[in-house]
């Protein structure tokens, strides 16, 4: 009988520091989304399409090299239950020698990116960006060890400092008509600034020692997050890297954002749960049925916030770019339009990647990762060609669309949840976006009869939207009513056996 409470004590002491975890990151989560919002505004108004596009070409590599720091390692310390020094300095020795390497290999190798896409500025913004591995390796050890201890009110601290000292300085060069340049430093002091602030208020003791047997026990996860990382990353960005080649920079710059504002509700809420889940479930790895509940929790909340945000995007896309990033990036009323959808089916994904990890299954990820990789990059190839942008776009959202039934099958197997159990659990988000989708549109056509401003018929649809989607949650006082009013009243995720 004592061990049962003693266990029972133990769940609720972690579900209460999960539970903290989130908030905290949905904090620092909330506030870089809009600190972001800020400053890429300012920024669309000081700096051409084609300047960002610019910035988008180099960040295609560097952004790909960058999993190569790391190399899993760091999901590897906050999967291990017992992280011993030896492993601390095995992988800190690891990041460093990695960190010099990429640095010195993106430095000379910088004239290649810049022929490869026919633009010469690419060779010194390549040489100063290969800085970033450097940097990233020295704090690597420190942000894992944060995560594994769910400390994630420091790393909120740290990450809006970073970000609020980085835009202030994106800001002034901009304005003073560095261009380019001012999107490069802030991508680059942002991590400076984050490290610096790691080292300060969470010192660990690391020294660059190598040791083979710590090395062997972590390589086995570290390849399969590194593989499936590095896969997904080419699924997700070898669109930038063939619109850079095959249409230009404008293009590109316009992409880029397009994609920015479909990333909202993965950055906002799914990620940042996911932050949290993978250390929480790690810590509760032996207990599937726990993180069946949790889990299906928290798709619940992710699906309760972000179908809204991604539906009432794809209807008012038009009124938010003109208010958002003003005329001169019109180009990306429709590609927000196609890809909001995208978003929501994204959005409920980021969570599967965690039970795979947190369970010691990441080689399915790996496998996972690979096949919709290779089917999104050929995907991306065929709809440029067939129709530019747009049949990029077209395609990306089928498969990402289509493909979230296998993921949800291969990762549901692994905790006991059926598709069709799924589907029950996102489908009053799913009912209550349509239906207000379908209000709004109707009250768009209204609104088009009188002569206001975007930025006016953006705030009278959101308004109706937020009312015809929210009303009814809380008048039936729905199942995502309760979850996220127990969240705000910091209790523990709650649920019954019927969920």
Request: glycine share 8%; charged share 10%; aromatic share 14%.
């Amino acid at each position: 009988m004592g061990i049962s409470i003693k266990g029972n004590i133990l769940m609720v002491n972690h579900l209460a520091k999960t539970k903290q975890g989130v908030i905290w990151s949905f904090i620092n989560q909330g506030g870089a989304q809009l600190l972001n919002l800020l400053i890429t505004f300012i920024l669309a108004r000081l700096v051409s399409p084609n300047e960002f596009g610019t910035i988008a070409m180099v960040t295609v590599f560097t952004g790909f090299a960058i999993r190569f720091v790391d190399f899993g390692f760091s999901a590897a310390l906050i999967q291990k239950k017992k992280v011993y020094q030896q492993d601390i300095n095995t992988v800190f020795f690891f990041n460093i020698i990695s960190g010099i390497i990429l640095t010195a290999i993106f430095f000379f190798l910088s004239p290649l990116i810049a022929k490869f896409y026919d633009e010469r500025i690419l060779n010194i913004l390549t040489k100063v960006l290969s800085l970033i591995f450097i940097i990233t390796a020295i704090s690597g050890v420190n942000k894992a060890l944060i995560a594994k201890n769910l400390d994630f009110k420091l790393s909120a601290l740290v990450s809006l400092s970073s970000l609020i000292l980085s835009s202030c300085l994106a800001i002034f060069l901009a304005y003073m008509g560095y261009g380019v340049w001012s999107i490069l430093i802030k991508i680059l002091s942002q991590e400076l600034f984050t490290s610096i602030l790691y080292y300060l208020f969470y010192p660990v003791k690391q020294k660059p020692i190598f040791h083979k047997g710590s090395f062997n026990s972590m390589f086995g996860m570290s390849r399969n997050v590194a593989g499936e990382s590095i896969i997904n990353y080419w699924s997700r960005n070898a669109d930038n890297l063939l619109i850079g080649k095959m249409l230009n920079s404008s293009a590109l710059g316009v992409y880029s954002k397009a994609y920015a504002v479909m990333l909202l509700p993965l950055t906002n809420f799914s990620r940042v749960i996911a932050k949290v889940m993978f250390p929480s479930f790690s810590l509760i790895q032996d207990d599937i049925y726990q993180i069946k509940r949790i889990y299906l929790n928290a798709t619940k909340t992710i699906a309760f916030l972000t179908f809204p945000m991604m539906g009432g995007l794809a209807v008012v896309s038009r009124e938010f770019v003109l208010t958002a990033f003003g005329n001169g990036w019109q180009e990306m009323i429709p590609l927000v339009r196609i890809l909001s959808m995208l978003g929501a089916s994204q959005s409920i994904l980021t969570l599967n990647g965690v039970i795979y990890n947190s369970l010691g299954k990441s080689h399915i990820a790996f496998w996972i990762s690979l096949i919709f990789g290779i089917l999104n990059v050929v995907g991306f190839y065929i709809g440029i060609e067939w129709e530019g942008l747009m049949g990029l776009v077209i395609i990306y959202t089928i498969i990402g669309v289509i493909g979230a039934i296998p993921n949800f099958y291969f990762a549901g197997r692994l905790i006991g949840v059926s598709i069709i159990e799924m589907l029950k659990n996102l489908s009053n988000s799913f009912f209550l976006t349509i239906s207000m989708m379908l209000i709004v549109y109707l009250c768009k056509i209204y609104l088009s009869n009188f002569s206001f401003k975007p930025l006016i018929s953006l705030i009278i649809l959101i308004l109706i939207g937020g009312l015809t989607y929210f009303i009814p949650v809380v008048v039936f006082k729905t199942k995502e009513y309760e979850l996220i009013k127990n969240l705000i009243k910091k209790e523990n995720f709650k649920t019954n056996k019927n969920n």
